[in-house]
Every structure is written in C-alpha cells, then in structure tokens.
C-alpha cells in the first residue's frame, strides 16, 4: 500500500527531526552565540550533578507515567499551554540563579512529560497501554541526540532498537508489579539509565546557555522555551511515525523511512 500525499509529508516532516535534532544550535540562536564558551564555564563537577539531577528528573517522570496520565484519545494538544508553563519554570529558576536548575528541572521534566502524552493522544495513541507511556519517556532519548551517535550513523531507528529490550523489560515488569523498589528492578534501573543518559546531555546544553555571559543576558525563561519545544517537536515526529506505523505496518514505514536518507548514509532494513 503506498502512502498518501499528506502521510508521505508527515514522514518527511518527520524524519527531518528526528534526524537532525539540532538542539544545541536553536540554544546557540537563543543564546546568540555557540554553546562551546557556555560548556567551558560550566564547572566539570556540575556534569556529573546535572547527570545524576537528570536521572531523578527521569525517575520521577516515570511515576507520573505509570500512575496519573489522563487517557483522552483525539484531543488536540495544547503545545502552547505547557510552552507556557514551562517558561514561567525556566523564569522562576533563571531569577534564583544557577543552582535553581537542580530544583527546576524535575519540575520542567514532569511538566514536558505532560505535554508528550498530550501529543501521544493527538496522534491516536492509547495511554491505557503502560508500553505506550514508556514510549512518551523515549521522547526524552530520542531529544539527546549525541556526537557519538552521529559518528556511528545510530539515527532515529538505531535509537528505538537499542531502547527496545529495555521498554519491553520495564514493561513487563510494571505490569506486573508496579513501580516497586528502585533497588530491587534492575530492568526499571536499565531503563532509567539509558533515558537519563542521553537526557542528560540535553540538560548540561540547557544549563551552559544558561550561564553564558552575554550583553541583556538571556534568561532562563527562552531557555526553558526552546527546551520544551525541542522535546515537543520531537514528541510529533516520534508519534507520527508510530501512527503510521498503525497505519501501513512499520516494514512499509522503515523502507520508506530509508529512502529519504541520502545515498551515503543509507541502511538496509534487513541490516537492522
């Protein structure tokens, strides 16, 4: 079955970004110069604080998935109402200074969670289904995108394979016994590593925007702005593909996924 013009358009759209994300470079238009000086003001030691601030931010947006996302299949998303929740977060936190970023950001977390079912639903997506929640927390890999990524050609598919042994183990695992004990779920422990991972390379990006000395600094509530809107983005693209994987079977969907790669960079499906 061959796509419709207007589903053969959200593909495009869609693989446009999910392939190239560009987070850093809409921060480096924000902020109105490159990342790179804001990461060498960043002290090393916050690193590994906004990494391990990033993992809790994950954790908590894990329980708010599992116990408390309202299930409304067809609604509209409303990018606009958690946009603008989410800049009055990054206000507050930019007001309160550097060290707010440790307090803001599992709040801003939960709140972008929101929004990504929001936008699940829009696109037909059941929330009753505890793999279609897991799969709003994929949103927040599929937004980190990384260097060592682009180097080993692990787009948008190669991402979703490596996160799909560890969705069905958490899956399985709620399923059968909720969210339980962080210690004793080593697949839920899997899970929440490889999300805070890559979200976590988000964040440090966030937080050297957030520190770059600029003539009218930028404050933390355009940060936050582009922040959600990235993972918002990326949240459309991500449940686009997976209505028309619905819609047309994903052997149809990756093959014609494929085809707009160019030449060089093109994988077989078989290979994967």
Sequence with gaps: MALSHQDYLSLKRAYRHLEYPAFAVRLADAVGTPLEKGLKLLPRPWYRRLHRCAENAIWKALGVAVTSLDNKPGTPSRDVYYKLLSIASG????????????????????????????????????????????????????????????????????LRLALERPVAAASSYIARN?????????????????????????????????????????????????FIQHFQVMAHSHFTIRRLERKYGPRLIRAEYDKLRPPEYKLSYASV
């Excluded at 994929?138 to 060592?148: D, P, S, Y």
């Excluded at 600094?217 to 936050?224: D, Q």
């Design 178 to 226: 909720g969210l339980g004990n962080r210690a004793g779920a080593p697949m839920l422990v899997d899970f929440i590593m490889m999300i805070s991972s890559r979200f976590g390379t988000t964040v440090s990006e966030k937080a050297a925007a957030e520190i770059v000395p600029i003539v009218g600094a930028v404050g933390g509530a355009l940060v936050n702005s582009v």
């Design 91 to 158: 206000a507050v936190g930019g007001f309160l200074g550097g060290p707010a970023l440790l307090v803001e950001l599992p709040f801003t977390t939960v709140l972008m969670l929101r929004s990504i079912a929001d936008i699940a639903r829009s696109e037909g997506e059941d929330l009753d289904d505890i793999a279609t929640r897991l799969a709003c927390l994929e949103v927040f890999a599929l937004g980190g995108r990384t260097k060592e990524d682009d180097a080993a050609d692990a787009g948008y598919y190669g």
